[in-house]
């Protein structure tokens, strides 16, 4: 399978706890991202890398979150100290160049 | 502030018949629209795109119209069949210097009943 793969596709954390998730893109995409969404919502923008170089972040990133994609392939996702508020479907995307995204299947985050 | 907007939180179409589905947007910026599906539990999977320089784009049963005078688009499904049923998602592109990123609406929920 080339797609853009994700994991884990579910976790379950408690409060306070810190959460990584993984993504590795289409192997000859170089831009990859990672979106937010929940129930009712589009995909919100959460970060972007060109290689290995994260050229945008946005403000819903708080300093809790923390992406790296440091050999310009896999991701990580990483959430510090989460919160309720962090629960949602962590979506990523890698792309050859602007516009047309290819999605991976998401990470689902419950935090009780 | 919506940039992207989808008015209609649902539609229910039958089988056979053309569905629908439409977008407006403020942003005059945007420079190329795409349309997404998306099943629960799975990630948006890319259905089809148009330039602001165009103003249509076909592809088998999916057809996308883009007004820029009016700043809308439309995506149009004909015949529509029952595993169309899905969320469909309008997104724009914004491409300026490193500003690269899609901006994204509320989403449809389609029902294609049989």
């Known amino acids: 399978d080339t797609g853009v793969s994700q994991d884990p596709r579910h976790k379950i954390t408690k409060r306070g706890q810190n959460v990584t998730f993984r993504c590795d893109p289409i192997?000859?995409?170089?831009?990859l991202y990672w979106y937010r969404q929940t129930l009712g919502q589009g995909p919100e923008f959460l970060t972007y890398?060109?290689?290995?170089?994260?050229?945008?972040k946005s403000r819903l990133l708080s300093d809790r979150f923390s992406a790296e994609r440091p050999k310009g392939s896999f991701s990580t996702l990483e959430i510090q100290r989460t919160e309720q508020g962090d629960s949602a479907m962590y979506l990523c995307?890698?792309?050859?160049?602007?516009?047309?995204?290819?999605f991976g299947e998401g990470s689902r985050l419950t935090v009780l | 502030d919506q940039q992207v907007k989808q008015n209609s939180p649902s539609l229910s179409v039958q089988e056979g018949r053309i569905s629908i589905l439409n977008c407006d947007y403020t942003?005059?910026?945007?420079?190329?629209f795409l349309w997404y599906k998306k099943y629960p539990a799975e990630g948006p999977t890319f259905l089809i795109s148009?330039?602001?320089i165009k103003d249509k784009n076909e592809d088998g049963r999916f057809t996308v119209f883009l007004n820029k005078s009016a700043k809308h688009l439309s995506l149009h499904i004909v015949p529509s069949q029952p595993g169309d049923s899905a969320v469909y998602f309008c997104?724009?592109?914004?491409?300026?210097?490193?500003?690269?990123?899609?901006?994204w609406g509320l989403g449809t929920s389609l029902a294609v009943n049989p």
């Open positions: 995307a890698s792309s050859p160049h602007v516009g047309e995204l290819f």
């Open positions: 192997s000859e995409h170089n831009r």
């Open positions: 890398f060109q290689n290995e170089a994260q050229l945008e």
């Open positions: 942003n005059s910026m945007f420079d190329y």
């Open positions: 148009i330039s602001s």
């Open positions: 997104a724009a592109r914004i491409n300026a210097g490193n500003n690269r990123k899609l901006i």
